[in-house]
């Protein structure tokens, strides 16, 4: 669950044809499916947080870790082809007894859920300092839906990952984030075959930049995007584009 890169620009320059060919407008909500999938759970997890803490808030007093163990029932069932990681992550100090918290669960190697347990004694050098990562900065600064990746998530897979977040309030106030990650690998394999029908240098990038899935070896997974002449954009939502070059 790590984002690296600066934001990037994403200026594109109008291709050809593009923007009339059915096989761009297939990839397009083909990709926005894709990530509405996604972000339905992380609403899931975003609300039912959200109520959680609530509820313990108008009990009079501050939310504990077992508070957040509820989740568990809905976040479990949410994990397999599509979603790999899940989970709601606190603003640090949200807690009574326990400065930062994850409430966050993903499938083992043995497709069988396991809870991630990371460093967070505040006082170690070891420290999962997540709040400096997009996934986490973006909710926390405003935005609705933020998408970062995909990146080698060192700390819960060691595989390419992306994640996908909203930010989870409690009376208006920032509480945290609810996330989910998902294997770049399941993403292309979801969105690839679709980029192919494009007779055309095609791929799809987030806010920042960051190649997602491509149908050209000139811009693979991982890459990032800063501008380049002959690709339009087209928007799949307010968080990622397709870019399309000329035929």
């Known amino acids: 669950m790590r984002s690296e890169l600066p934001a990037a620009r994403a200026t594109a320059c109008p291709a050809a044809d593009s923007a009339v060919d059915p096989a761009v407008s297939a990839a397009v909500a083909r990709v926005h499916a894709t990530l509405d999938d996604v972000f339905a759970t992380v609403g899931l997890v975003r609300d039912a947080s959200s109520r959680r803490l609530a509820e313990v808030a108008a009990a009079g007093r501050a939310p504990v870790r077992a508070d957040l163990a509820p989740l568990r029932p809905l976040l479990l069932p949410h994990l397999g082809d599509l979603v790999c990681g899940l989970g709601f992550i606190a603003a640090p100090g949200l807690l009574a007894d326990a400065p930062w918290y994850l409430e966050w669960w993903q499938s083992g190697p043995s497709g ?4 991630l347990l990371p460093d967070l004694d505040p006082d170690s050098s070891a420290l999962y ?3 400096g990562w997009e996934w986490f900065t973006g909710p926390r600064g405003g935005a609705e839906r933020t998408v970062c990746g995909p990146y080698v998530d060192y700390l819960c897979s060691d595989e390419y990952v992306l994640t996908l977040s909203a930010p989870v309030r409690v009376g208006g106030a920032f509480a945290g984030v609810a996330a989910a990650d998902v ?3 399941t993403f292309e394999n979801e969105i690839v075959p679709a980029l192919r029908e494009i007779p055309a ?7 920042p930049g960051r190649v997602m899935a491509s149908n050209t070896v000139s811009w693979p997974p991982g890459a990032v995007y800063r501008g380049a002449r002959g690709f339009a954009a087209r928007p799949c939502g307010n968080t990622v584009s397709l870019l399309v070059g000329a035929r």
């Open 112 to 115: 069988a859920p396991s809870q």
């Open 201 to 207: 240098p095609a791929f799809v990038v987030n806010a």
């Open 183 to 185: 294997f770049a690998r």
């Open 129 to 131: 300092d997540y709040t």
